[in-house]
Nanobody, 124 residues
Framework: QVQLVESGGGLVQPGGSLRLSCTSSGLTLEYYAIGWFRQAPGKEREGVSCIASSRDGSTVYVDSVKGRFTISRDNAKNMVYLQMNGLKPEDTAVYYC????????????????WGQGTQVTVTV
């Protein structure tokens, strides 16, 4: 079963930064829309940011992270990154990346190939 692999989470203070990475050994990510999602305890998984396939390249951000998070690709490394700046306690969650085969962000629908996730904790 093809899966994505997330890394880069950690414990940071409010206002701090982290860069999450998403890669796969079975998928060439440039052909997929890649979305970052998060799930906090007791809450449903929510879409945070998405980058369309390299053919399109458009990006999407949920309102709560606009201006703080940046999604990007490095096709040579088969990686997608989520740079998170100005972190807030409400950003605390397990972060997952998912792939969408049509190549479009489509309102964060149709994503799969989930990895194990990476924990982000923002606390004083």
């Amino acid at each position: 079963q093809v899966q994505l692999v997330e890394s880069g989470g950690g414990l940071v203070q409010p206002g701090g930064s982290l860069r999450l990475s998403c890669t796969s050994s079975g998928l060439t990510l440039e052909y997929y829309a890649i979305g970052w999602f998060r799930q906090a305890p007791g809450k449903e998984r929510e879409g945070v940011s998405c980058i369309a396939s390299s053919r399109d390249g458009s990006t999407v951000y949920v309102d709560s992270v606009k201006g703080r998070f940046t999604i990007s690709r490095d096709n040579a490394k088969n990686m997608v990154y989520l740079q998170m700046n100005g972190l807030k306690p409400e950003d605390t969650a397990v972060y997952y990346c998912g792939a969408e085969s049509e190549g479009y962000c489509s309102g964060f629908r149709g994503f799969g190939a989930w990895g194990q996730g990476t924990q982000v904790t923002v606390t004083v």
